[in-house]
């Protein structure tokens, strides 16, 4: 039986400048969908690249004071860099200013032509050149698009055109199952019930681009040439069932491609999703107005999946807020404290214990109904949600279990095979990721397997998936009681050697922090060190560990040995009178360090809880 077959679209990215991190969005996006219907076992052809036939290339290439072939070419290399480096499973990525393209186009246009849908009149009107189109007074705000906010130039030329007026009833009536999500059909529906006006379909006089068919003083205006890549590319696959687009072209999506297609005789494509923008400051993000985050150069300083996974958490059909600081956060109370220490510590436990087959309960609390249904709904980053609440049900279950203590084979089994399962769903997310759990747990990335029971194998605790990111003192301008702090803002303060006062860490910061419940099981005096204890902890999970504390004039040993206190575990560690400290403790302090108090939580706080 055939697979069935899945064709998904990107749109093509002008490549008048560098790629910006709106642009790494959308592909992840369109990533994570492929990467789904994969796993479902369909046939996937996924479709992206770049639109290289614009006069905003040329007008770039102009400034930068390089021919416009040798421009083109050095940022489609950046752009397919992009993809490449985000792990996109794109099948094909395609160049517009490639001969087979403007053949497929050139015969495209000659259909409507012979359809009766072209002819030849005068043009006189606003021109936008960032959006590469004439617009209408009305979308001017304060005379400027709304878009690009820039004033567009007043043209009046001679231009074939294209009946678009004619398919309005076709149009309105496809437009109802086409769109997603709600609010964006609403807006196209609204504008399509007004006055609805032929359009310019050539330009005369470029120098680049496509000639229109007969009539070589004029090219093919750059939108119809690049919506038929979704034709030129798709290698016998068309209709798409999804273009995945930014809400800034979707007018052009909507109507002008479905008119086009109704008027050259083609099959119609089944869905178009507009998601939203990612904004800095609640601002758009655009190379044109200047505000950009430059993905190539977060991919030279965080891992691939860190940025995969903390583009993915925003909104689909919302603009949502990017940041490198927001990226970091994700990664380190995300990925890191949730599922790598989940990882980590079961992995760990497993190799100590083994296995015991048995009845996963636990996974009965993955809603995976619904988490089809949320894909189905193109609502990613409410998937990740799920996946997410089910790895914190996890780590519950496995701290109120306890099997550090119990040595417990089938709770660990249970979590193994939920383990399992979480790395299949986030395959789509983070995929390199995935496949490193999974070749750590012995299980194939695909859903049959994610159905099937865990096979009982040896399991070593393995390499830890995510590091945390430490924020460099020199980047906070911070001075720091240990080379680096998580975040920690620390204020000039002298202090005893190993202790963490309350006033050293701003409120701001603590969730950078991991902070666990440590008892204290010996304590020592440490050679040529006057007010140094070395303390030896029991740590829960995360084992035995020893610290360094200057508080040896402050408590006796014997009022510190079987103590519970707070414990700074992800410090760098720090050779102290030749003693590895690894880690910090939490403390209150008067003004002159006269007095130092640790701060001892509930004593019926077991090893190993989070703070916080």
């Known amino acids: ?70 421009f083109v070419d050095k940022n489609t290399y950046l752009f397919k860099e992009l993809v490449q480096k985000l792990n996109i499973s794109y099948d094909k990525f395609i160049r517009t200013s490639a001969g087979g393209h403007a053949k497929v186009v ?14 030849q009149g005068n043009y006189e009107g606003y021109y936008c050149q960032g959006c590469e189109a004439f617009i209408t007074e009305k979308d001017l705000v304060n005379g400027k698009c709304l878009e690009h906010q820039k004033e567009p130039e007043y043209r009046k030329e001679e231009a074939y055109f294209f009946r678009l007026s004619k398919y309005k009833r076709n149009l309105l009536k496809f437009a109802e199952n086409y769109i997603v999500p709600e609010s964006k059909k609403k807006e196209i529906l609204s504008r399509l019930n007004g006055e609805l006006k032929d359009i310019c379909v050539s330009r005369k006089g470029a120098e680049w681009g496509i000639d229109f068919p007969g009539d070589k003083g004029y090219k093919i205006w750059v939108w119809v040439d690049a919506l038929i890549n979704y034709i030129s590319g798709a290698e016998d696959r068309w209709p798409a069932d999804v273009h995945i687009i930014g809400k800034g072209i979707n007018w052009f999506h909507s109507v002008i491609w479905p008119a086009l297609l109704m008027s050259a005789g083609y099959e119609l494509p089944k869905k178009l999703l507009v998601h939203g923008y990612l904004t800095v400051g609640g601002k758009k993000m655009s190379k044109s107005l200047g505000k950009v985050v430059d993905p190539l150069v977060l991919l030279k300083k965080y891992p691939v999946d860190s940025i ?74 409410k998937v990740l949600n799920e996946i997410f609440a089910f790895i914190d049900v996890c780590n519950e279950y496995v701290q109120n279990k306890k099997p550090w203590e119990t040595g417990d084979k089938k709770v660990l089994y249970e979590v193994a095979d939920s383990i399992k399962a979480i790395a299949i769903l986030l395959w789509s997310f983070i995929p390199s990721t995935s496949e490193k759990i999974a070749k750590q ?79 204290i099981k010996n304590v020592e005096d440490i050679e040529g060190a006057d007010k140094l204890y070395k303390l030896s902890l029991n740590a829960g999970e995360l084992g035995s560990r020893i610290i360094c504390a200057g508080i040896k004039g402050h408590y006796s040993k014997k009022e510190l040995i079987g103590k519970k206190i707070i414990y700074f575990s ?16 939490l403390a209150a302090s008067s003004d002159d360090q006269k007095k130092v108090k640790l701060l001892f939580p509930d004593q019926g706080a077991e090893p190993g809880m989070r703070v916080g």
Request: positive net charge.
């Open 1 to 70: 039986m055939a697979k069935k077959k899945f064709y998904i679209t990107t749109a093509i990215d002008y490549v008048n400048a560098r790629p910006h991190v709106g642009h790494a969005f959308e592909k992840v996006l369109a990533d994570a969908l492929a990467r789904w219907h994969r796993l479902n076992g369909e046939n996937v052809f996924f479709l992206t690249g770049v639109d290289e036939n614009a006069q905003k290339n040329v007008q770039a290439a102009e400034e930068a004071g390089i021919d416009v072939k040798t």
């Open 106 to 119: 050139q015969e495209f246009l000659k259909k409507i032509i012979k359809k009766g849908d072209i002819y």
């Open 308 to 381: 995969r996974y903390s583009l993915l958490r925003n909104s689909v059909f919302e603009d949502s807020d990017y940041s490198e600081e927001l990226l970091i956060d994700r990664h380190n109370n995300e990925l890191a404290n949730k599922l790598g220490n989940l990882i980590s510590r079961v992995s760990s436990l497993i190799e100590k214990n083994g296995l015991d087959k048995t009845p996963n309960k636990l996974l009965k609390k993955l809603d995976f109904k619904k988490i089809k249904s949320l894909y189905e709904n193109y609502e990613l980053d």
């Open 441 to 519: 747990f012995g299980f194939k990335i695909s859903l049959d397997d994610l159905k099937k029971p865990l096979k009982v194998s040896k399991i070593v605790k393995g390499e830890i998936l995510f590091n945390k990111i430490e924020v460099e003192a020199q980047e906070k301008n911070l001075k720091l009681v240990q080379p680096k702090v998580l975040g920690g803002k620390i204020n000039k303060v002298k202090k005893p050697e190993g202790v963490m006062t309350m006033s050293e860490v701003e409120f701001g910061d603590w969730k950078k922090l991991d902070l666990r419940v440590a008892e």
């Open 570 to 585: 992800n410090l760098k560690s720090r050779v102290m009178k030749g003693v590895e400290s690894q880690g910090m403790l």
